[in-house]
C-alpha cells in the first residue's frame, strides 16, 4: 500500500492482516508513519494523542526524545531537524498546518475566518452541528463566505494545488471533466462533503478545519480502545521508500491485496510506460484473486490501457456504493478489482 501518512496502515493493521509493506517514494511520509509506530509501540495513548490528536503539545520535546532510539535512521534525521512541528507555540500552532497540504489549509482557513468571530462561529456551528437538518443550514450560511473573491483565486493557483498534493495532470484531468472548471469542481465537492455526509464522523475534513481531531472524531489509531492491540501489531508493518514498481521488482512476492490510493493519476499523463510496467509488475507478483483498491480525478478508468484493465475484474457496484460516502470526497472515482 502506498504510505501517505500512514493512517490508512494503521487502520488495516485492525483486520489482524500477516504483513502490510507501506511503500512511498517521499521519505518524509515514511518518517511520519515510523513516528506513529514508535509511540504506539509504547502503549501510551496519552502521548500518542497529544502529538497526534491535538496535533502540538509543550511536552512535544519528551515525547520525541522518548522514541528517538527506536526510529529509523532517516526519520530520526527528519524529526530532529522538524521537532518544532508539534510547537504549539509555533505561528501555526498544529503539526496539521505545516507541510504543503498543512500550509494550504492553514491559509484557506485563515482566509475564511480571517479574524471574523461570526465567520468562525459558522465553522463551529457546522462541526457540531446534531443532525443533517442543521448541518445543511450551517453549510449554506458559511458556503458564500468560503467562496470570497481571496478563496476562489487560491483555488484557481496551480501552487494552491501543488500544496494540497495536486499536480498539474490532475488539475488537467479534472478540467476536462468537470464543465464549472477547479472551482465548480471544488465548490461541488465540497458542498457533497459538508451538507450530505455526517459531518461528526468526517475527520478529514474537521483536521483540515481546526488543525486537531477530537477523541469522538478522529482516526482509529488514535482510538483508546484500540491502543492495545496496535502496540502488539505494529511491527507488522514494513516502510520502503521507493516507487511501488521498485518495491515490486526488489521484493518479488505474492501479495494479496495492493492499495494504490490516487498515486497512479501521476503516471497516467506523465508517464504511461511506467505505468504500464507498474501493472506488470502487480500482476507478477499477485495471484487470482488477489484485490486492488484505488482511486482517481478522472470519472473513470480510461487512463488505465484496455488490455490491462481486462486482466481484472471490476466490483463497480461496491464502487458505485462506496465512492459517493467517501468522506474526502475531493476525487473523481474509486475502483476495487481482482486479478484475474
Ligand atoms: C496524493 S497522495 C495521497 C493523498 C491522501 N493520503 C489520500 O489518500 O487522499 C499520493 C501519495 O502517493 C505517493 N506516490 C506518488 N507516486 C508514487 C509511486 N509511483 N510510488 C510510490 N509512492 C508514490 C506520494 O508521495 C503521496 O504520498
Known sequence: MITSA??????????????IHAVDMNARQNALLDLKRAILATGDHERLF???????????????ESVRHTLSAPAQAYWERRADYFDP????????????????????????????????????????????????AAFSALEPVVWSGVTRWLVRQPSVMA?????????????????GGLVGFVRDK???????????????????????YTRSCCPNYLRR????????????????????SGFLRDNPGDYTHFVLLDHQDWLAAHDPEALREEWELIFANSRPGSRVLLRS??????????????????DTATAARLHPIDRVGTYGSMHVGEVL
Open 6 to 19: 500512514g493512517c490508512n496502515a494503521l487502520d488495516y493493521l485492525l483486520d489482524d492482516p500477516a504483513e
Open 50 to 64: 497529544a502529538l497526534f490528536g491535538d496535533g502540538a503539545s509543550p511536552r512535544y520535546r519528551s515525547i520525541l
Open 89 to 136: 507555540g509555533g505561528t501555526r500552532g498544529s503539526f496539521y498546518y505545516r507541510g504543503g497540504s498543512g500550509l494550504a489549509a492553514w491559509l484557506l482557513r485563515n482566509a475564511i475566518v480571517r479574524g471574523s468571530r461570526r465567520h468562525g462561529e459558522l465553522v463551529d456551528r457546522l462541526l457540531n452541528a446534531p443532525d443533517r437538518g442543521e448541518q445543511r
Open 163 to 179: 500544496l494540497l498534493g495536486v499536480p498539474r495532470p490532475q488539475i488537467r484531468l479534472i478540467l476536462e471533466s468537470h464543465p
Open 190 to 212: 465540497l458542498r457533497h462533503v459538508m451538507a450530505e455526509l455526517p459531518i461528526a464522523e468526517n475527520y478529514f475534513w474537521r483536521v483540515y478545519m481546526t488543525g486537531r
Open 225 to 244: 480502545e484500540f491502543a492495545q492491540v496496535l502496540a502488539q501489531r505494529v511491527d507488522r508493518i514494513a516502510t520502503h521508500t521507493t516507487t511501488v
Open 297 to 314: 480525478a478522472a470519472p473513470d478508468l480510461s487512463f488505465v490501457p484496455k488490455d490491462i484493465a481486462k486482466r481484472l475484474r471490476w
